[in-house]
């Protein structure tokens, strides 16, 4: 396997232990009476946010995370595993602007979409230093489900 190719699986495996860590810890009991044999899972969508400097300081690096969270997304999506599952990857940016202040204004932003499953990002350790505040107690909040 290729250094790029054993990337690739690598985020691929974990976006699919993410899922299943976050779905199985709030899956519900409940179950349909109506409903007959064992029919296909249901379909889920679940978020990524990429909080990167999308258009000032490090734009480069940042407009990079996002073309790369996206592939790797992409490929996800389309993999029959996740197919299988019923699950659908989506990705929210959120331009961080290499600015604390504004980083945290990301991460609030980030926290108030339920279906957010993870953030990858910040780019820069001063605007990870404000964002892992606001997004730390919603993460906690979202695994006691």
């Known amino acids: ?7 690739k ?6 976006v699919v232990a ?14 349909d009476e109506g409903t007959e044999g064992e029919g296909a899972a249901e379909a889920v969508t679940v ?8 258009t000032d300081g490090a734009v480069a690096l940042g407009q990079g995370m996002v073309r790369g969270t996206k592939l790797a997304v992409k490929q996800a ?18 331009d961080d602007k290499g600015d604390p202040t504004t980083g945290g204004n990301v991460a609030t932003q980030f926290t108030s979409n339920p279906s957010l499953l993870g953030v990858m990002g910040h780019l820069n350790s001063g605007v990870t ?6 997004e730390h107690p919603a993460a906690a909040a979202r695994q006691q489900c």
């Open 1 to 7: 396997m290729t250094k790029g190719n054993s990337r």
């Open 9 to 14: 699986f690598l985020a691929l495996l974990a």
């Open 18 to 31: 993410m899922l299943a860590m976050a779905l199985s810890g709030c899956g519900g009991t409940d179950t």
């Open 47 to 54: 978020t990524i946010g990429v909080g990167a400097p999308l």
């Open 77 to 94: 999506n389309e993999s029959q595993e996740l197919k299988d599952l019923g699950l659908t990857i989506e990705v929210v940016e959120g």
């Open 129 to 134: 230093r404000v964002a892992v505040k606001p």
